[in-house]
């Protein structure tokens, strides 16, 4: 690594992070650090906050107290910005959420010009290479309706990364999936992981999270409970609540 | 219907067990409600002379039934989009049939429906076009403000759909034209009009372009906000274009509706179609010339607007029924 990318901020710096539904407590005094290049894993059971902790880094969802900064910035209710650290990251939903009012490659293409400000040819041309590399280019003029599940969320992830993000969440990208279809979006994130991307992903698939995290967070109940690397987290995790998830999943 | 059922049935028509019992109703009612004392009965005088009382009104159920049982047994062999054009025809043509029995003097109508059209006419489409304008700015507005977080524009969205829906369009129309001049504000009968028709109709959209904004759902703001999209982009190009698959087909209603509200206009001595039907008939009592000609404008502007409404909803639609 060089000199300018080690004195450079961390992709992601949460400290002292608070989050309350009304009197639920959902996120307690979550500090976690992601560096750039770095690609982590975040798991739990279901409510246990760690689609809340991604969602927030984007401001999709609010906090009550702490702090967020992203690539240096520090996250404020601030409009400007909160489209600034937008534009920085990306993210792919559980239920893809392509435009279904668009085509395949307006979808990748109206956010180019819209947010990057890019001419309508150059938006297409990004589309269509972005679209390429998720090796879905042939329906580029589809709907998202006419696509199966694999290939819409493979859509999104181009869409996404099309618009050249810092770094980019994923909120259980395969969830939503039949078991088929899954393999060919966990590919297409490896493809990403492979070229260098910046990485948060919550997910229960922990073949993905053992091929290519660099570190795997273990959440319950709002709280980081333990953290490590794959092979040390899933060979010889710490707590007993760490043990019976995995046990869970793993089965 | 839109998502058919794969087994083909029979058309119910075809089958005796409905055909031959709707034979039968269709004659008993004839016989109940008498048809042969009307234009009917004439009718079939010409065929059956001398006739009268019992014996007429049976012979026009059967004749009647007759035609009825013939013009399906016909129409049931067409191809289904013919069917549809033949039945509406056919309608049309009983409708045209029942105003022609009013003795009509065409060439009253002849005389008259120049002016009807030049000025009748064009100041209701004036109107009307101009109010549908200001109304789906309203409605947008109203919305939108329903939908935000603003205390100060909920409150006064609520309260205008509360208010404009709540009060009858005639009331809205003498409260501006008469209510303001008390204010020292005279306001001109025409802008009372457009303002009034798109005061009160704005107040209905607004509920139909809210109804349309919250079917969207919420992924679809996420997504788009999550790309760094503005608010204004994200309303715009993502989420009016998706609603307007559930706000067209009632705002087509609501244009259609306002069209004919817009004679309304006339009590305040505008000289829109309404107007000019109701007084141009009356110096040579031929009211009914009028009234039948002017009905029949307004027909034939709601099936343009019938047909617009079916173009912007297919547009709209493609995605959807891909």
Known sequence: MSLAQDTAPPAIQITGLNKWYGVLQVLHDVNLTVAR???????????????????????????????????????????????????????????????????????????????????????????????????????????????????????????????????????????????????????????????????????????????????????????IVEQGQPTTFFSTPKSDRTRAFLQQVLH | MHYKDNIDYPPMLTRPAVFVPLLVAVFAALCWFQAGDGALGRLVLGLVPGAEGNTLNLATAACVTALVGFNIFVVMRLPLRQQVWLVWAELAALILLFFYSFDLSFAFIQRKIGFLITQGLLTTLYISAVSIFIATLLALMGAIAKLSSNGIAQGIAHFYTSLFRGLPLLMQIYMIYLGLPQLGYVVDAVPTGIAALSLCYGAYMTE????????????????????????????????????????????????????????????????????????????????????????????????????AQKRIETHFNKAATR
Request: contains cysteine.
């Open chain 2, 208 to 307: 139909i372009f809210r109804a349309g904004i919250e079917s969207i759902p919420k992924g679809q703001w996420e997504a788009a906000r999550a790309l760094g999209m503005r608010p204004v982009s994200v309303m715009t190009r993502i989420i009016l274009p998706q609603s307007m698959r559930v706000i067209i087909p009632p705002t087509g209603n609501q244009f259609i509706s306002m069209l004919k509200d817009s004679s309304l206009v006339s009590v305040v001595g505008v000289w829109e179609l309404m107007y000019l039907a109701r007084t141009q008939g009356q110096t040579e009592f031929r009211h009914i010339e009028m009234m039948v000609t002017a009905s029949l404008i307004y027909w034939l502007m709601s099936i343009v607007l019938e047909l």
């Open chain 1, 37 to 223: 290049g770095e690609r982590l894993v975040i798991c739990g059971p279901s409510g246990s906050g760690k689609s809340t902790l991604i969602r927030t880094v984007n401001a999709l969802e609010g906090f009550q107290s702490g702090e967020i900064k992203v690539a240096g910035i520090r996250l404020t209710r601030d409009q400007s910005v909160v489209e600034d650290i937008r534009r920085r990251v990306g993210m792919v939903f559980q239920q893809f959420n392509l435009f279904p009012h668009l085509t395949v490659l307006e979808n990748c293409a109206l956010p180019l010009r819209l947010v990057r400000g890019l001419s309508a040819v150059e938006a297409r041309d990004r589309s269509m290479h972005f679209l390429s590399k998720v090796r879905i280019p042939e329906q580029a003029t589809k709907y998202p309706a006419q696509l199966s599940g694999g290939q819409q969320q493979r859509v999104a992830i181009a869409r996404a990364v099309a618009m050249q993000p810092e770094l980019m969440l994923f909120d259980e990208p395969t969830s939503a999936l039949d078991p088929e279809m899954v393999k060919e979006v966990l590919d297409v994130m490896v493809a990403l992981a492979d070229e260098g991307m910046t990485m948060a992903v919550v997910t229960h698939e922990m073949g993905f999270a053992r091929q290519v995290a660099d570190r795997v967070i273990f959440m319950d109940a709002g709280r």
